[in-house]
């Protein structure tokens, strides 16, 4: 029996390790292809409980946690995160920012993935912001790591009433599995009003 919670606060860093788990296994796969470590984890993720508006999500399958969401207020972000909404003249504290969605494979397709948006749109409104936004990567068609059956997520964001912005764009930089070194990569920003 899956279930869905809200935390934030001590509850919220509690569960760090957790959400360090899931990205590390969940975004080793295509598209994100990411070497992750715990220590660069536990470094980066203490961002969320460190920030005012900081929320996670988590998703339970008993007392295990299978899946994982964040969300922030953009003007809480990093400068990275923040630039191409700056570069744009847009008003950053009108905006809250949803990080990472993570679930097992073995719990996809149960609505758990819907649950994350509705309740990260629930925490922005709470929070009094009107408009929410996420990133993708983009990588090449042609990538030789790129699985032929994968089915992209475009359709499920645009179910979801979010808007591909091509106008909006960030680098982000980690190592890919099989490299030596980080990369940049393209990450394409996705909008909706609430
Ligand atoms: C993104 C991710 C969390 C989505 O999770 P999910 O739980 O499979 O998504 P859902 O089950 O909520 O939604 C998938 C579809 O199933 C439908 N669905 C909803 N409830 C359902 C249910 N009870 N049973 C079956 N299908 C259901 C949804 O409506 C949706 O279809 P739609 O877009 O046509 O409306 C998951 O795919 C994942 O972890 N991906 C890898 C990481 C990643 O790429 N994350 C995003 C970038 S950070």
């Given at each position: 029996?899956?279930?869905?919670?809200r935390?934030?606060?001590?509850?919220?860093?509690?569960?760090?390790e957790?959400?360090?788990?899931?990205?590390?296994?969940?975004?080793?796969?295509?598209?994100?292809?990411?070497?992750?470590?715990?220590?660069?984890?536990?470094?980066?993720?203490?961002?969320?409980?460190?920030a005012?508006?900081?929320?996670?999500?988590?998703?339970?399958?008993?007392?295990?946690?299978?899946?994982?969401?964040?969300?922030?207020?953009?003007?809480?972000?990093?400068?990275?995160?923040?630039?191409?909404?700056?570069?744009?003249?847009?008003?950053?504290?009108?905006?809250?920012?949803f990080?990472?969605?993570?679930?097992?494979?073995?719990?996809?397709?149960?609505?758990?993935?819907?649950?994350?948006f509705?309740e990260?749109?629930?925490?922005?409104?709470?929070?009094?912001?009107?408009?929410?936004a996420?990133?993708?990567?983009?990588?090449?068609?042609?990538?030789?790591?790129?699985?032929?059956?994968?089915?992209?997520?475009?359709?499920?964001?645009?179910?979801?009433?979010?808007q591909?912005?091509?106008?909006?764009v960030a680098?982000?930089?980690?190592?890919?599995?099989?490299d030596?070194?980080?990369?940049?990569?393209p990450m394409?920003?996705?909008?909706?009003?609430?």
């Amino acid at each position: 029996m899956l279930t869905v919670a809200r935390l934030s606060g001590a509850q919220m860093r509690e569960r760090l390790e957790d959400l360090a788990r899931l990205r590390i296994t969940v975004f080793r796969d295509w598209p994100y292809l990411y070497e992750g470590t715990m220590e660069h984890e536990r470094e980066y993720l203490p961002r969320y409980p460190d920030a005012k508006t900081g929320t996670l999500i988590v998703a339970r399958d008993g007392d295990t946690i299978v899946g994982a969401s964040t969300a922030l207020g953009l003007d809480e972000e990093s400068d990275y995160v923040r630039k191409p909404f700056e570069a744009a003249g847009m008003e950053l504290s009108r905006i809250f920012y949803f990080g990472e969605s993570v679930l097992l494979p073995q719990y996809r397709g149960q609505g758990v993935g819907v649950r994350f948006f509705e309740e990260r749109e629930k925490a922005a409104r709470d929070h009094g912001y009107s408009q929410t936004a996420f990133c993708g990567v983009v990588r090449p068609d042609d990538h030789p790591a790129r699985p032929h059956d994968y089915e992209p997520l475009d359709a499920f964001w645009g179910n979801r009433g979010y808007q591909r912005r091509g106008d909006l764009v960030a680098t982000f930089t980690w190592q890919d599995i099989g490299d030596t070194a980080k990369t940049e990569k393209p990450m394409i920003y996705w909008m909706k009003s609430l």
